[in-house]
Structure formats: structure tokens, C-alpha cells
């Protein structure tokens, strides 16, 4: 099962992989993982990439992000600091995800309310009927693409969820998918039991909804992970092999 999934990722990273290891941070990605206000999260940045995660986003000054069910938002003030005051992030919780942590819906509207973060605010709705109030540049999910089609969301349909993100997205938008990465040919299988997803799978349905993919980032990879075991189980918390994907809406 390895030596196939492994197989199975060449395959779909076949020259897209961004080279973002070696490539010096713009300045405004870090001056904002610098921000004093997110001094608790550094214990963090090394293990998270974040640095060069928000390079594979493609977000900078100015832009409007659409980030899904932001957690503790540990990348939510990151964008915050990267866009400015002339760009906004809004932080989207799903009601059904929310209910099940209203802790981080109460987290995420304490950051807004902050004054330091006044260019965020948060939007709830059906996890089936997403919407923006404007047309973004970035839609972000790092490790929840995989809860959309679970029961406790209501089953969301993948095709019809990323068309909605498509029409969320200004043309030559993109849209970026961080999962916790399922064995080769699982599909949806494990995205309830294991909060995993087969990358393939996450590929061809956001391809299907008008998306061109336009590359994979490896900095969260680990090859040391067997694939078969829940995110959450001691051994590999917090080190999970996640795939990075980004897409590309086309300008015409």
C-alpha cells in the first residue's frame, strides 16, 4: 500500500511541485509571522510551514481571503498581518462544524473584535450554501476539506461545494487545499474515521468544478506515515503526511 501511494503522488505532483524550500519570505510574509500579537503561535511555525505556506497561497498586500473553518486561527492572523488594512479576511464557519466547537467560533469572534485585527470578520452559514459578501482572492482550508462530506456537516456534496468556492473567487483566484493525506484509491472512505483523504480524489473533483491545478507544495509531507491510523493517535499527531494543493480559477 505504500510503494502505491507513493507511486500514485509522483503521479499527480508530475512537475508542479513548488520549490518554496529555498526561497527567500517576501517581506510582508515576515513581517507579519513576525507580528508581536502572534508571539504565542511561533512554538509552531517551523512544524506548520507557515512562512512557506502562505508564499504557496499566493496571498499579499491588499487581498481578500476566504479562509474555512480558521480552528484557533492560527493562520487567520497571518493573513490578517499579510493583507493590511486595504485587504479583509473572513473567517467562514459552517453551523454545523460550529456546533460541534463553538469554542473556536466564540475564538474566532474574539480576533475580530480585537482592534489589531480589524481587517477580519466572521461569517456563519449552512456548510451547504457557502457564500462571500465580495469576490476574494484566496480561499484557504488546511485540514478540513475532508469534513465537508461527513454526516455531522450534512454530507455536503464536494462537486457542488467547490463550484460554490469557485463562484466565491475573482478570476484568477485560487483556491488551496491542505488535507491529511489517505492512502491511494481510499477516495472519501476514511474522511470520518481516520480524517483523512485520498489526495486524488480532492484533485479530480476540484478540477471537475471548472478549477486548473496549478501546483503542489511537499513541505508537509512525511513518508513516515502509514496512512491506516486516525490523525489524532499519539504516534503521529501534529506530523500527519498532508498534501498542499492550489488551484487556479481561469481569467476567462
Known sequence: ?????????SVLALASVDDIHSQTLPDYVAKAIADPARRADRVDDARRHVGELMMFSR?????KVLELIPG??????VFS???GPRGHVYALWPNEYARVDAAGLAASRALAAD??????????QPAASLSVPEPVDVVFTAQNYHDY??????????????RQVYAALKPGGVFVVIDHAAAAGTGLRDTDTLHRIDPAVVRQQVEAAGFVFDGASDVLRN????????????SIRGHTDQFAFRFRKPVH
Open 72 to 77: 484557533n486561527g492560527y493562520f487567520t492572523r
Open 223 to 234: 513518508s513516515a506515515d502509514p496512512h491506516d491510523i486516525p490523525v489524532f493517535d499519539h
Open 59 to 63: 496571498v499579499k498586500p491588499g487581498d
Open 149 to 162: 462530506p461527513d454526516a455531522f456537516m450534512g454530507k455536503v456534496d464536494l462537486l457542488a461545494f467547490d
Open 81 to 83: 498581518a499579510v493583507v
Open 1 to 9: 500500500m505504500r510503494i502505491a501511494f507513493i507511486i500514485a503522488w
Open 115 to 124: 482592534p489589531h485585527y480589524a481587517n477580519v470578520s466572521v461569517l456563519t
